[in-house]
């Protein structure tokens, strides 16, 4: 029995060795530094534990964003192609509260005050680890880098602002087969 109890902890040591080999890494495509910008468009507020529920409100939002043409609404006012979702108003970093918002890069936002369900959000100027996602599904691509973004942030050299985190996604994107970037702020 004794013998038997060492041969599976034998293996069980090899595979954990294993599983760490294949463990890889995430690592930022680049470090870049932003001046600050303004985005507008809808927003939710949010966590990370309701967005892992069936209540998630991330994805109705993104729906909402382009069956509303919010796009299209802000037209005179978009500075770039293109739409960004970004992540602000953190609570308690990644574990409370934050707002996002579904938006565009704009100009202007006083000629915005008329639309009533659009909100305007600036990005203060940061410097960023920007991480590039695989190359497919885009919405199954964005969740698996956000899931390798969480386990980096964890490492203790690598510090996240929260002041204001944001993925983009270019004009022509594929939604079936697409990339995005994700913008994330660092001390």
Sequence with gaps: MKQNKEKNLTEWKHESSEDKMTLKQIEPTRIEELSSFTLAGISAVT???????????????????????????????????????????????????YEIMVSVKVQETSQLQSLDTINTFTVPAAKYAVFVTEKGPIIEMVQRAWDDIWQW????????????????YSKDINPEDGQAEIYISIK
């Design 153 to 168: 942030s964890q490492q203790p050299s690598n510090n996240r602002a929260f002041t204001g985190d944001f993925e983009y």
């Design 47 to 97: 966590t990370n534990e309701t967005e892992r529920s069936k209540n998630g409100k991330i994805g109705k939002l993104f729906e909402q964003f382009h069956s509303q043409n919010i796009g299209k609404k802000l037209g005179v006012n978009i500075q770039e192609d293109g739409h960004y979702s970004c992540y602000f108003n953190y609570e308690q970093g990644d574990a409370g509260l």
